[in-house]
């Protein structure tokens, strides 16, 4: 069983900062990638940003150029910074990993940004 613990999130005013990290509780193996989902009230969960083992990093459109993901392959950790903050990124961060096709998940931590 692959747990992930999440921690980080919080509430900040617009334009502020938050770092989201993720570790999973044991040594993985088969990670082909790693990442960051989010799902706000009444939303679908949608990725916010990944990285694969071969380190290609993938973004949704909205936090490009504000969000920076990055991993450990040997602390098996993944870290979601968040810059220029927005109201409309409040939502349930999850982190992600992929192993052998499966996908994993945390329990969430809630990010909340206000006007």
């Known amino acids: 069983q692959v747990q992930l613990a999440e921690s980080g999130g919080g509430s900040v005013q617009a334009g502020g900062s938050l770092r989201l990290s993720c570790a999973a509780s044991?040594?993985?193996?088969?990670?082909?990638?790693m990442g960051w989902y989010r799902q706000a009230p009444g939303n679908q969960r949608e990725l916010v940003a990944s990285?694969?083992?071969?380190?290609?990093?993938d973004y949704v459109e909205s936090v490009k150029g504000r969000f920076t993901i990055s991993r450990d392959k040997i602390e098996k950790t993944v870290d979601l910074q968040m810059n220029n903050m927005k109201p409309e990124d409040t939502a349930v961060y999850y982190c992600?990993?992929?192993?052998?096709?499966?996908?994993?998940y945390g329990q969430g931590t809630q990010v909340t940004v206000s006007s």
């Open positions: 992600n990993v992929q192993i052998y096709g499966f996908d994993y």
């Open positions: 044991r040594t993985l193996v088969g990670v082909t990638a």
């Open positions: 990285i694969t083992d071969g380190d290609i990093i």
